[in-house]
């Protein structure tokens, strides 16, 4: 069997090349999803000890993103940082406005800045914190992004044009085992545009998430939380065919351990559509305007 090329063949490799190359030294912020991860795999090659690899610990974080951070880092011999950013100490966070994700970003981007400022002196150059934001990005609703460019993070696959298809075709030739993992946003993401966000709640959705794809053997379903009249209720989301399997049984059995260990959960329904990204994002809701202090 051939060997694996280090570097991509795709027609983007160049620009991107120089982009990381200019750098000099990087900070990668990696999530555990595949945009991310590649990034930080291109980085390490190209820039070879003058690339730190690091990700946010915290209860909006899916376990299995970290667990995939710390398998590839163990397996490419990455430098790894494992950081805490502080965005449930912060109100304007917790009430889960529109633009939540800004917040966020402020918190993990500043933390990130903070950490290339301590490594400066030991790489002999400052490194420039950087996403894994790929071009498709700039078309959804992205407030993070706003965050980035307030803190001068720089965006290697957006400046190379290089796009998600883009991203999964380079991870695939360099047979890279994420090159097809699917799409698995932060735990807040699941929360409706102005329901608060708790650690309970994010608690909640992780185990009913975890519960559902090891009792169903499906990849892609999301446990959404919406507050209605002062309750708490659960909205399971499934892509079809899978949705046909979130069964009346399936959610019997999954209400009562769910409710035990995270009260506030009142109900636990089939969303009566199938799953669509982004859904919990509501522009209208009169809890989602923004909160923003510049």
Same mark, same amino acid.
């Given at each position: 069997?051939?060997?694996?090329?280090?570097?991509?063949?795709?027609?983007?490799?160049?620009?991107?090349?120089?982009?990381?190359?200019?750098?000099?030294?990087?900070?990668?912020?990696?999530?555990?999803?595949?945009?991310? %991860?590649?990034?930080?795999?291109?980085?390490?090659?190209?820039?070879?000890?003058?690339?730190?690899?690091?990700?946010? @610990?915290?209860?909006?974080?899916?376990?299995?993103? @970290?667990?995939?951070?710390?398998?590839?880092?163990?397996?490419?011999?990455?430098?790894? @940082?494992?950081?805490?950013?502080?965005?449930?100490?912060?109100?304007?966070?917790?009430?889960?406005? &529109?633009?939540?994700?800004? &917040?966020?970003?402020?918190?993990?981007?500043?933390?990130?800045?903070?950490?290339?400022?301590?490594?400066?002196?030991? %790489?002999?150059?400052?490194?420039?914190?950087?996403?894994?934001?790929?071009?498709?990005?700039?078309?959804?609703?992205?407030?993070?992004?706003?965050?980035?460019?307030?803190?001068?993070?720089?965006?290697? &696959?957006?400046?190379?044009?290089?796009?998600?298809?883009?991203?999964?075709?380079?991870?695939?030739?360099?047979?890279?085992?994420?090159?097809?993992?699917?799409?698995?946003?932060?735990?807040?993401?699941?929360?409706? @545009?102005?329901?608060?966000?708790?650690?309970?709640?994010?608690?909640?959705?992780?185990?009913?998430?975890?519960?559902?794809?090891?009792?169903?053997?499906?990849?892609?379903?999301?446990?959404?939380?919406?507050?209605?009249?002062?309750?708490?209720?659960?909205?399971?989301?499934?892509?079809?065919?899978?949705?046909?399997?979130?069964?009346?049984?399936? %959610?019997?059995?999954?209400?009562?351990?769910?409710?035990?260990? &995270?009260?506030?959960?009142?109900?636990?329904?089939?969303?009566?559509?199938?799953?669509?990204?982004?859904?919990?994002?509501?522009?209208?809701?009169?809890?989602?305007?923004?909160?923003?202090?510049?």
């Amino acid at each position: 069997m051939p060997a694996l090329p280090q570097f991509p063949s795709s027609e983007k490799w160049p620009a991107l090349r120089e982009i990381l190359t200019g750098l000099r030294g990087v900070v990668v912020a990696v999530s555990g999803g595949v945009d991310s %991860l590649l990034l930080a795999t291109l980085a390490h090659r190209t820039l070879p000890g003058r690339a730190l690899m690091a990700h946010t @610990t915290g209860p909006a974080v899916p376990a299995a993103c @970290t667990e995939r951070v710390r398998q590839e880092a163990a397996r490419q011999g990455w430098r790894l @940082t494992m950081v805490a950013t502080g965005e449930l100490l912060d109100e304007r966070y917790l009430a889960n406005p &529109f633009d939540r994700c800004y &917040f966020c970003k402020t918190h993990l981007y500043a933390r990130l800045a903070s950490l290339a400022a301590d490594i400066a002196g030991e %790489l002999g150059v400052l490194p420039v914190v950087v996403s894994g934001a790929n071009a498709d990005d700039l078309g959804e609703h992205r407030p993070g992004l706003v965050a980035a460019s307030e803190l001068a993070v720089r965006h290697p &696959f957006v400046e190379a044009g290089v796009a998600k298809a883009d991203i999964r075709a380079m991870a695939r030739e360099l047979g890279l085992s994420f090159a097809d993992i699917p799409a698995s946003p932060c735990l807040a993401s699941r929360i409706y @545009t102005g329901t608060r966000v708790t650690p309970e709640i994010l608690g909640a959705i992780s185990f009913a998430e975890e519960f559902l794809k090891e009792r169903l053997h499906i990849d892609v379903v999301r446990c959404r939380v919406r507050e209605t009249d002062m309750l708490l209720g659960m909205l399971v989301e499934a892509p079809e065919p899978a949705r046909r399997l979130v069964t009346p049984a399936i %959610l019997a059995e999954l209400g009562p351990p769910l409710c035990a260990r &995270f009260p506030s959960i009142q109900t636990v329904d089939l969303d009566p559509e199938p799953y669509r990204p982004g859904r919990a994002f509501r522009s209208d809701d009169s809890h989602g305007q923004s909160s923003r202090r510049k």
